[in-house]
């Protein structure tokens, strides 16, 4: 079988030729599964381009010949830039597009100490650092910017959540899940199932991983809901999973379910914090009316 590390050495020539990237860091997962015997991690890359818009009209099948280039995508990702997105037989490549001069603006920032104010850059570079705690490594451009990396990574918190931060997510959420139950009642179920993941199991994800994180226990990738199943404990499993089929009552239970592990997630996190008054009635009400 294909294996992605098999790009790797096409990947990596090419950006060493490519004249619009200065740099290019193998970050993540991708970047541990490197130094194994395994390589089955797709290719994470963080890529720092003068004309990153020229790097979104690749000719992957002539980068890399006979990998068995499929298709590619081009979609915003966080921190303000985007994402490109190459899909080979052998494994996927995503690669952040960082434009050079605003990386060198902010690299000029945090030598006069502006990073550690809250803002647009304190967000930006807190991205980069959440990339970048889990392992990395230069394929390119290592001595021009190997140390500002280097500081991002030992001076950011990475993205994290504060009590403030938690509740108002919390506040969300249970609106959200009000929402849910009515959406249950008129027979909507596609509504009801769709923001029961983007809305509640997402605020459950990020509650967990900022949970693991206060305690200084490991996260294996930065992005949300990826691997839990081999670092959670069953119980805090069930705290952020979702199962349920297109049934209402497949879809109700499933949403008591993601409140009880928010309930959880949330007296973990933010002890003071408590549900407000009424809520409980509300959800009975809910409860009740759908007969559960």
């Not at 541990?32 to 797709?42: E, P």
């Not at 850059?121 to 990339?131: G, S």
């Not at 769709?194 to 490991?218: D, K, W, Y």
């Amino acid at each position: 079988m294909a294996e992605p590390a098999e790009l790797l050495p096409g990947i990596a020539a090419w950006l060493e030729s490519e004249r619009t990237v200065e740099a290019a860091v193998l970050f993540g997962s991708s970047a541990r599964a490197m130094s194994t015997a395994g390589g089955r991690s797709d290719l994470d890359l963080h890529v720092v381009a003068k004309e990153p818009a020229r790097l979104e009209q690749v000719d992957w099948g002539s980068v890399i010949p006979g990998a068995g280039f499929c298709l590619q995508a081009v979609r915003p990702a966080t921190g303000g830039v985007r994402k490109v997105t190459a899909l080979f037989a052998a494994g996927e490549i995503d690669l952040v597009l960082v434009p050079a001069g605003r990386l060198r603006l902010g690299r000029l920032a945090v030598r006069c100490g502006l990073h550690r104010r809250r803002g647009g850059l304190r967000v930006a570079l807190n991205e980069i650092a959440t990339c970048m705690q889990s392992g990395y490594r230069f394929l390119k451009g290592e001595k021009e910017w190997g140390a500002f990396y280097t500081r991002i990574v030992a001076e950011m918190p990475g993205v994290r959540l504060g009590d403030a931060e938690a509740v108002a997510l919390a506040n969300v959420f249970l609106c959200d899940l009000c929402w849910i139950f009515q959406k249950l009642e008129r027979g909507e179920l596609s509504a009801a199932q769709h923001l029961l993941h983007r809305s509640l199991a997402e605020t459950n994800f990020r509650l967990i991983r900022e949970l693991r994180l206060r305690r200084g226990q490991p996260v294996l990738s930065f992005g949300l809901g990826r691997r839990v199943e081999t670092i959670l404990a069953p119980e805090e499993l069930s705290w952020v999973q979702v199962d349920a089929r297109l049934r209402r009552e497949d879809l109700g239970r499933a949403a008591w379910a993601a409140f009880r592990g928010f309930r959880a997630l949330m007296g973990e996190l933010v002890p003071a914090w408590q549900a407000p008054a009424g809520l409980d009635e509300l959800l009975l009400r809910y409860s009740a009316r759908q007969g559960g």
